[in-house]
């Protein structure tokens, strides 16, 4: 009845069927499911419940949302219609129907009304109603005396007993109102059944005396139904006056800048953060797509994507920067101010996409306790263990390579392929790895070639995976040792890919946390961008894009000078995702600009020199004509100078220059810049990749040489031209070029600044990183550090 009466006043009822062997644990998941989907406004749960396992049914109708309780079963509807909330509650069905009834025969105020039977679903909220309709109201029940003197002296009589003509005709106050909400059933040979269907009151008495009264069947059960569609209804209007299409309903927390700036620290303390599960309701993820660590960050479950695959993508933004002093040049606090300022200052949907920081060789060199300076800040402490992911990925395929050297050398083939853990650890063949090879933080290897083991393919690998079932297969294909006839050894080889991947699982989920403002942030993953492609993960961004929606924007970052993270952003992460941005934003500071046009060297943990605070307008600005930015963002310094690098980028081809003082004050700092990134998305665009990857390695390498760093052209080393022949020869020449060079300059040595010319830039050597699925070329003498391979078969 409910459903055919939905569908003829066009609403979309839809009915959940579960099996009678769930528990109850099954249907509180399902009732939560219902809760958070916003295209449902209203929620009954069929009573009884009629499972083989133990329910508690309070426990369940309290689950379903009040604002969804079109029943009005739970007990803060029931509170708030017994405090005479009745604007502001859902009113129990039968009882709003009843009372529906009882308006029509006149005037209620003032009479007497009695009521038989006391449950949540009919006595008790009807006499509330009754109460606040200001009559005066006696509820009779099981243990009440002298029943039918009580109905006599009733005007209005609502009867819910449950007792087969339990009211007698002669009971009845001459002219009364009866509602009988009864349903029995009762003997009667005449019927097909058996049987026949009665109220609680005796019907052919009781119309002889009542002025008013209700059959059954064919009274107060239809009248149940029409306030269900009624309430469905309310409940649409009441969620309708608050939802705007697209736009989430999210609380920002109001920033108080300090002048003079406080430490981090004190900024850190300032701030009291929603909870995560709150933050996850309010961007549109569901509480079974979250998995909470803690109560202010948590992992997002790959299950969102799927569900919002539907979903049009939101505008795509990358920040990046110019070629960034020792010091940084601030994409990270630019990418979070810009989200700030578009989500609490410019009231659109927001969402920021950053790197994990690395712990490198200094712990909090980058900030791993908290991150990223004042008022751009996201709070960092070994965050979801990622990092610790990857690092026990590795340590795995350094142990299986150890173990299987060991092995190979000390036992015979024979030998190898009967030991039980063979197809287990080792795959079913012997390989021959000669184990110099493979180093990865080994204690023989000099400690200036490591850079970490974010450094390893194993977080290229977690960057650009768009599926768990896509990092599975990356990790098989990953080269870990050659053998000594000159054969790749992939961890599938070792017959440990399943197991990398079993590690690293949950390292795939995006990590959600918050801003000091509110807005939300991914964070995840940390692949450099001097030896590896520099973005955060692509799995971020892909979620990020359908939740915001397509009014919204996803500041992504792309670390390091552009030549290096955006470069690798657009010929890497982009032709891997599929993805292509709407605006890119080139960040650049007056002390970096003036340190690449001539000034003195700036060293990490040491003052600045004098000539950065002094303010200076003089041709001390380096042209970059190699950086292609739609947006510059200039932060701090004076309006002199802000003002030059404003006219001098706008010269250079940038569409907009926007002062920008989000370090200081947070999104309000960055509000003009996100105006000018709303108009520059609505602007025509189109992207190119800078090279075909039909080119060979070479003339690949050459583009970006040329086009990117402003290198006359490229020298491939001895080592290097075997390497182009030999993945030519192996079929890998198609796949993107992923530079290893410095972040420091433009060239190959970190010591030029500026817009170095007239250099030729040494490639020493190539290496495939097969897992991640591209090439990288080490530029001068930069190194690795965290893999070394040999391509030479053993003599």
């Not at 039968?94 to 006391?118: D, F, W, Y």
């Not at 009864?182 to 009542?210: L, T, W």
């Not at 204690?443 to 977690?462: H, I, N, R």
Request: hydrophobic share 40%; with cysteine; net charge neutral.
């Amino acid at each position: 009845m409910k459903l055919k009466a939905a569908a003829e006043i066009g609403i979309n009822a839809s009915h959940v069927r579960l099996p009678k062997t769930a528990t109850e644990d099954e249907v509180l998941r399902r009732i939560v499911e219902v809760n958070e989907n916003l295209e449902v406004h209203g929620l009954i749960v069929q009573l009884p419940l009629d499972s083989i396992n133990p329910m508690d049914t309070e426990k369940v109708t309290n689950a379903v949302a009040p604002e969804k309780d079109v029943d009005g079963l739970t007990s803060i509807n029931a509170g708030k219609l017994s405090r005479g909330d009745l604007g502001d509650c859902f009113i129990p069905c039968t009882p709003k129907g009843c009372m529906k009834l009882i308006s029509q025969t006149g005037e209620v105020a003032g009479k007497n009304a009695v009521v038989i039977g006391r449950s949540k679903i009919v006595g008790a909220p009807m006499h509330d109603l009754l109460l606040w309709s200001h009559a005066t109201v006696t509820t009779c029940h099981s243990k009440t005396t002298d029943l039918a003197a009580q109905v006599g002296r009733a005007d209005i009589l609502v009867v819910g007993a449950g007792k087969a003509e339990m009211v007698k005709g002669e009971w009845l106050k001459e002219g009364a109102v009866v509602i009988d909400c009864g349903i029995n059933h009762i003997p009667d040979d005449s019927k097909a059944n058996g049987m026949r269907v009665v109220g609680d009151v005796h019907y052919p008495s009781a119309k002889e005396k009542a002025g008013f009264i209700t059959p059954v069947p064919g009274g107060v059960g239809p009248m149940t139904v029409a306030m269900l569609m009624e309430n469905t209804v309310q409940s649409a209007k009441r969620f309708l006056k608050t939802y705007q299409p697209g736009k989430w309903n999210i609380s920002y927390a109001k920033l108080k800048p300090q002048k003079p700036q406080p430490s981090d620290v004190a900024i850190a303390h300032s701030f009291t953060p929603k909870t995560i599960g709150r933050l996850a309701r309010e961007v549109g993820l569901f509480s079974e797509e979250v998995e909470p660590y803690g109560t202010t960050r948590a992992k997002v479950r790959l299950e969102a994507l799927n569900r919002l695959k539907t979903q049009p993508n939101g505008k795509y933004l990358v920040v990046t920067g110019i070629t960034p002093t020792p010091l940084g040049e601030g994409t990270t606090t630019t990418t979070l101010g810009l989200a700030q300022a578009l989500g609490a200052h410019l009231h659109v949907n927001s969402f920021a996409c950053v790197r994990q920081p690395s712990r490198g060789s200094n712990f909090g060199v980058k900030g791993e306790f908290f991150f990223y300076k004042t008022y751009c800040l996201v709070f960092l402490l070994h965050l979801t263990s990622d990092i610790q992911a990857v690092m026990a990925a590795s340590s795995l395929v350094v142990d299986t390579i150890n173990a299987r050297v060991l092995c190979e050398s000390t036992q015979s083939d024979k030998v190898i392929q009967n030991i039980i853990l063979v197809p287990i650890l080792f795959g079913s063949r012997p390989i021959g790895i000669f184990a110099r090879f493979y180093l990865i933080n080994s204690f023989q290897t000099p400690s200036k070639q490591l850079s970490g083991y974010v450094a390893s393919e194993m977080m290229a690998v977690l960057a650009l995976s768009t599926s768990l079932g896509d990092m599975t297969r990356r990790l098989a294909r990953v080269v870990v040792a050659y053998s000594r006839k000159g054969k790749p050894v992939t961890t599938e080889d070792l017959g440990i890919s399943g197991v990398l991947a079993t590690l690293m699982r949950d390292a795939v989920k995006p990590s959600l946390m918050q801003t000091m403002e509110g807005t939300p942030v991914f964070v995840h993953t940390c692949p450099l961008s001097d030896i590896a492609q520099g973005n955060s993960s692509i799995l971020a961004d892909q979620i990020a894009l359908k939740l915001v929606g397509p009014e919204g924007f996803v500041v992504t970052e792309a670390e390091g000078g552009a030549e290096l993270g955006m470069e690798k952003f657009f010929d890497i992460k982009c032709r891997s995702s599929g993805l292509h941005p709407d605006v890119v934003v080139m960040v650049a500071s007056v002390p970096a600009l003036k340190m690449h046009g001539g000034g003195p060297a700036v060293t990490a943990g040491s003052a600045m020199p004098k000539e950065y605070s002094a303010e200076v307008i003089s041709p001390w600005l380096p042209s970059q004509p190699h950086s292609q930015a739609a947006e510059i963002c200039i932060s701090t310094d004076t309006d002199a100078e802000l003002g030059l690098v404003c006219e001098q980028a706008k010269l250079a081809g940038a569409l907009e220059a926007v002062p920008c003082s989000h370090w200081a004050e947070g999104g309000a700092g960055a509000v003009a810049l996100g105006q000018a990134v709303q108009r520059a998305a609505e602007t025509p665009h189109q992207m190119n990749f800078l090279y075909d990857l039909e080119m060979p390695i070479d003339d690949k390498i050459r583009v970006i040489a040329k086009s990117m760093y402003g290198a006359d052209d490229v020298e491939l080393l001895p080592q290097a031209q075997k390497k182009v022949a030999l993945f030519s020869k192996q079929g890998l020449g198609n796949l993107p070029i992923c530079m290893a060079k410095t972040h420091l300059s433009l060239s190959h040595d970190p010591e030029r600044k500026g817009v170095p010319t007239g250099f030729t830039l040494p490639i020493r050597d190539i290496h495939a990183n097969l897992g991640a699925g591209f090439l990288y070329p080490l530029v001068g003498t930069v190194s690795t550090g965290a893999v070394t391979h040999s391509y030479e078969p053993a003599q």
